[in-house]
C-alpha cells in the first residue's frame, strides 16, 4: 500500500489550505484512513478519521478543519481553515486495515503511513 499525500504549504494565520492523501496498491473493501500530525518537540497528535461514513475530529481542530473521503477513489482530504500558527506541524496520512470503526481512532496501531507534508502557519 502507497500513500501520497499533497497540499502542504506556508499561510499566514487565519488562512486555509487542503491536503489531499491518495491510497493505491492493496487495499480491503473497508478500512480506515486518518490524518496525524507532529510538531518539531511535541508528540504525534490525531488530527480526523474517516471510516464507514464516519468522522471523527481531534479537539484542536474540531470546529475548522473538514475532512472528505471518496470511498471510490480511496482519497483522504482535509479542508483546513481559520489556520493558527499553532497548525505549524508535518502530516501524515495513515490507513488501517479494520472493518469496525471503532477501531478507526487515535489510539490505534496504523499498518501504512504516508512521507508526510509540511504545514507552516506564520503569524
Known amino acids: 500500500v502507497d500513500l501520497v499525500e499533497s497540499g502542504g504549504g506556508s499561510v499566514q494565520a487565519g488562512g486555509s489550505l487542503i491536503l489531499s492523501c491518495s491510497a493505491s496498491?492493496?487495499?480491503?473493501?473497508?478500512?480506515?484512513m486518518a490524518w496525524f500530525r507532529q510538531a518539531p518537540g511535541s508528540e504525534r497528535e490525531g488530527v480526523g478519521t474517516?471510516?464507514?461514513?464516519?468522522?471523527f475530529y481531534g479537539d484542536a481542530v474540531r470546529g475548522r478543519f473538514t475532512l472528505s473521503r471518496d470511498y471510490a477513489k480511496n482519497t483522504l482530504d482535509l479542508e483546513m481553515n481559520s489556520l493558527q500558527p499553532s497548525d505549524t506541524a508535518m502530516y501524515y496520512c495513515?490507513?488501517?486495515?479494520?472493518?469496525?470503526?471503532?477501531?478507526?481512532?487515535?489510539?490505534?496501531?496504523?499498518?501504512?503511513w504516508g512521507r508526510g507534508v509540511q504545514v507552516t502557519v506564520s503569524s
Open positions: 495513515a490507513v488501517k486495515f479494520t472493518s469496525y470503526a471503532h477501531l478507526c481512532s487515535f489510539h490505534s496501531q496504523y499498518d501504512f
Open positions: 496498491g492493496d487495499l480491503p473493501a473497508t478500512y480506515c
Open positions: 474517516a471510516s464507514n461514513g464516519r468522522v
